[in-house]
């Protein structure tokens, strides 16, 4: 008799609905999400970071672009994240601490409240190279670890 083997069924998606099956389509339209590296998930312990920071860390991702940093004042930071302002700010300096994030602090005058006497702009630019940095060398140390795990099962399939 002949021995039936389970197959995996292939997702069918309609091609109306452009969808990752991870999430709901609603919440995959165009400017709705960000790509989120499985590094992240999987290796969170290794980048010695609590979620807290990570938290934060995607609250920045959101607003980062190609040509431009992301800007934020501490005030939207902390009604986001549904912290105090001095928590979010605990948190981001943090995490400059750790290396893995600049804050580059704007002391200029806001132009909409440039008419205002001793108004301070708290606007905060904050760059996620040094991040961006950590997260590929962790990926590359990922990769290895794979790769290594890989080898003996091939050199042995080979013999």
């Known amino acids: 008799m002949a021995k039936k083997t389970k197959t995996r069924k292939k997702?069918?998606?309609?091609?109306?609905?452009?969808?990752d099956h991870r999430w709901p389509v609603?919440?995959?339209?165009?400017?709705?999400?960000?790509?989120?590296?499985k590094v992240l998930v999987k290796r969170l312990g290794a980048l010695q970071i609590q979620p807290h920071h990570m938290w934060l860390i995607l609250l920045l991702?959101?607003?980062?672009?190609?040509d431009r940093d992301p800007r934020w004042y501490w005030?939207?930071?902390?009604?986001?994240?549904?912290?105090?302002k001095n928590t979010v700010r605990r948190w981001a300096y943090e995490l400059r601490d750790m290396g893995l994030l600049q804050i580059k602090q704007n002391r200029t005058k806001d132009p909409?409240?440039?008419?205002?006497?001793?108004?301070?702009?708290?606007r905060n630019t904050f760059i996620l190279t040094p991040f961006d940095r950590r997260i590929e060398a962790e990926q590359k140390s990922w990769d290895k670890e794979r790769e290594n795990r890989r080898s003996?099962?091939?050199?042995?399939?080979?013999?």
């Open 75 to 84: 005030e939207e930071l902390a009604r986001f994240v549904g912290r105090d």
């Open 26 to 37: 609603r919440c995959l339209g165009p400017n709705e999400y960000i790509l989120l590296p």
């Open 112 to 122: 909409r409240h440039a008419d205002k006497v001793n108004f301070r702009n708290e």
């Open 11 to 19: 997702m069918s998606r309609s091609p109306s609905k452009k969808s």
């Open 61 to 66: 991702q959101v607003d980062r672009y190609e």
């Open 152 to 159: 003996p099962a091939r050199q042995e399939a080979e013999e």
